[in-house]
Every structure is written in structure tokens, then in C-alpha cells.
């Protein structure tokens, strides 16, 4: 018979436009998600093109209370059954940050429940174990809206950061150009199911430094080269739907590109077979059967989180809490006090 301790773990993810909260329960057979509630603000921010930060707040504490409420309920828990409080206290944007770090501190405080904070990033790349098994050592390519990383991960505490983007993350290029083009934000996931309907040979797109003796990566380029072409096109408001179509997935073709040769070549530097791909883009189509041709080609092995947990929820930032030492409110008070958002928190 196992002693393991059962552990309940509350966890709330609240960094950009998204209000997560979620239950997740350790015991002898692993680790799984009871409840994970998104709140969900694309509704908000879309007319604007972007996430505008103060709308994102306000609306993270309208949502704060019955997001809790509803995960609680969800998994048929009150918060007296609470062992362990998760909580995303940075990168992202700081006014969002604090509204779901308060409410996990107070929680922690108000009940002595020990609180563990975690890095957003840190959540994507251990996402796809929720429901895959763990394999360490591997290449983790995280893409975002906001981060287009790769690091080297041997093991939950040990990720070393060996590539990333200098200037605009993938997801931010694919929300760009769908605003240029009039289909609002986020762009990525109509990008994505438009470009199934064009031809991704119709543009050759540029793909800046993918054959780059390093690996970080560029996107801006790209992004300037797509919107001359549509602008040499005759501009946004007069491009033939499939033309935009092809537009997009040529587009799609090239970002995919660009991150497979990145993350294949960090596979190579550093010896490694196991890649695990996370973010809100790893959702792409495109991407996804990319990589799955270098399962066949190199017998290398790839792991996606499924598509709903690819985008920013609070049950991976649960799943990476039971790895990270917790903070006692009473035995640590002052370190717990002091415990604050930092927005642009680098791994
Ligand atoms: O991880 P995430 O939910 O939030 C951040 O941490 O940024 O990622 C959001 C990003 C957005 O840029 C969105 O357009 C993109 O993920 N995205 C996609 C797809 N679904 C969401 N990009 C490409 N293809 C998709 N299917
Ligand atoms: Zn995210």
C-alpha cells in the first residue's frame, strides 16, 4: 500500500486576459485536474485589436469570486479541504497578476494553507504532463502571445534557457496580422482554420534566421513582409477571400518552419529526444503535424498538451505547484509577505 498523502491544490491563473481557478488532486495514482474553470475575455479586448491591461483587470475581479465558486463546486470541494494554493505571479501584465495573486494569498493567509508560486512559463512546459508521463530530459518550445522560448529542461527545477525570439513572439504575429486583415483578436485560431482552406505555396514569406548558427529567433520581419504584401494587394479592404486564405497559410507554413528547424537543431547541440511543444500556439494545426513528420523522419519523441490545455488555464500552474517548495503564511511570514507580482519574471 502507497502512504502517499492525498493533496488537494487550489490554483489560479490570472496573468493576461484569461481568469483560470482550479482543483487538482494528488494521491497515490497521480496527479489530476478536478476542476478548471476559464473565464474567458476574448469578448472584451477583440473590437480593440489587443488586449487593452485595465480592461483585463477589472474584468479578472468581476470574475475572481465565481470562477473560485464554480471550481469549487466543480469538483465538489469547499475550500476547508484545501492542502495546498497555486498561484501565477509572473511574467505577464502586473494589474492582472496581482488579482489572482491576492486572492491565493488571501486564501493561503485567512486559512494557513501553504502557497506555492509559480512562473506562467514554468506552467506551459510541464502542461502536457497533466495527461502525458513525464520524460526528462527535453527541449521545451514554449509559444505564446507573449514568449517564443526554448529551453533545455532536465528537470522540474532545472530549465535552462537556450533560444528565444528577439523581438515579437509567434502568437503576437498571427494576432497581427488577423487585425490588419479585419478578424480581430486573438488572430491565432482563425489564422489557423482559415489557412486549412488556402495554399501555403501561394506567398514564400521570408523565414528570418531560421538557418541561424544560434538558436534564437525573428518574427517582425515576417510580420512586415505579410502586411506589404497584403498592402501591394490592394490593402486589407480589398483582398479576395481566398487570396487571404492562401495569405494565411503560407504564413502558417512559415512560423511552423521557422520553430520546427529552431527546436530540431536545439535537439541536436544539446543530444536530446524528447520535445515537448506548450503555449497557446502549440494549439496550431500546422505546427502539430509538423512536428509529428520528425517522429517519423528522426524518431524523435514529441509531446503536445491536448488543445484545450494549450492555452493559458490554472490547472498547469496546479500541476507545477506540487514540484515547487511551498510557502508556510505563518512559519515563512515574512517571505509570504513579501510575495508579490513580477511582471516580466524570467525563468
Ligand atoms: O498561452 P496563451 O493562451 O497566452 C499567453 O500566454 O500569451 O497563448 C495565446 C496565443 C495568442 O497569440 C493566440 O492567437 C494563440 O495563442 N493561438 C494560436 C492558436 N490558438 C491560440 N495560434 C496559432 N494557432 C492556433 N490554433
Ligand atoms: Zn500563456
Not at 148 to 170: E, F, M, P, Q, W
Not at 302 to 322: C, E, K, Q, R, V
Request: aromatic residues 10%; hydrophobic residues 45%; charged residues 20%.
Amino acid at each position: 500500500m502507497s502512504h502517499i498523502k492525498n493533496i488537494i491544490n487550489l490554483a489560479f491563473e490570472s496573468s493576461c486576459d484569461d481568469f483560470s481557478c482550479a482543483v487538482l488532486l494528488k494521491d497515490s495514482s497521480g496527479i489530476r485536474v478536478l476542476s478548471n474553470v476559464i473565464y474567458s475575455q476574448d469578448f472584451v479586448h477583440d473590437i480593440y485589436g489587443g488586449v487593452v491591461p485595465e480592461l483585463a483587470s477589472r474584468n479578472h475581479m468581476k470574475a475572481s469570486v465565481p470562477a473560485l465558486r464554480f471550481a469549487l463546486s466543480k469538483a465538489g470541494i469547499s475550500l476547508s479541504d484545501v492542502d495546498l494554493v497555486s498561484v501565477t505571479a509572473g511574467p505577464g501584465l502586473v494589474g492582472s497578476l496581482l488579482i489572482g495573486l491576492m486572492e491565493a494569498k488571501t486564501i493561503s493567509f485567512a486559512l494557513n494553507i501553504p502557497l506555492a508560486k509559480i512562473n506562467h512559463i514554468e506552467g506551459h512546459i510541464f502542461s502536457p504532463f497533466l495527461e502525458n508521463e513525464e520524460k526528462f530530459p527535453f527541449i521545451a518550445l514554449v509559444i505564446s502571445g507573449g514568449h517564443t522560448h526554448i529551453y533545455l529542461v532536465k528537470s522540474h527545477n532545472n530549465i535552462k534557457l537556450i533560444g528565444r525570439t528577439r523581438d515579437d513572439a509567434c502568437g503576437e504575429l498571427f494576432d497581427k496580422v488577423s487585425s490588419y486583415l479585419g478578424f480581430g483578436y486573438p488572430g491565432g485560431k482563425v489564422v489557423d482554420k482559415f489557412a486549412e482552406e488556402g495554399d501555403e505555396s501561394a506567398f514564400k514569406f521570408p523565414l528570418p534566421m531560421a538557418h541561424s548558427h544560434n538558436l534564437d529567433m525573428s518574427f517582425s520581419g515576417l510580420k512586415t513582409a505579410v502586411i506589404s504584401e497584403i498592402n501591394n494587394l490592394g490593402g486589407p479592404d480589398n483582398i479576395k477571400e481566398s487570396v487571404v486564405f492562401d495569405i494565411f497559410a503560407s504564413l502558417r507554413e512559415a512560423v511552423a518552419k521557422i520553430l520546427y528547424k529552431k527546436t530540431l537543431y536545439a535537439c541536436n547541440i544539446y543530444k536530446i529526444s524528447t520535445i515537448v511543444v506548450s503555449g497557446g500556439v502549440s494549439a496550431n494545426l500546422r505546427i502539430r503535424s509538423l512536428f509529428a513528420e520528425a517522429v517519423e523522419k528522426s524518431g524523435l519523441k514529441i509531446i503536445f498538451p491536448s488543445i484545450p490545455l494549450s492555452t493559458d488555464n490554472a490547472a498547469m500552474i496546479g500541476y507545477a505547484g506540487y514540484f515547487k517548495p511551498s510557502i508556510d503564511p505563518v512559519k515563512n511570514r515574512v517571505e509570504f509577505l513579501n510575495i508579490n507580482a513580477d511582471s516580466s519574471w524570467e525563468l
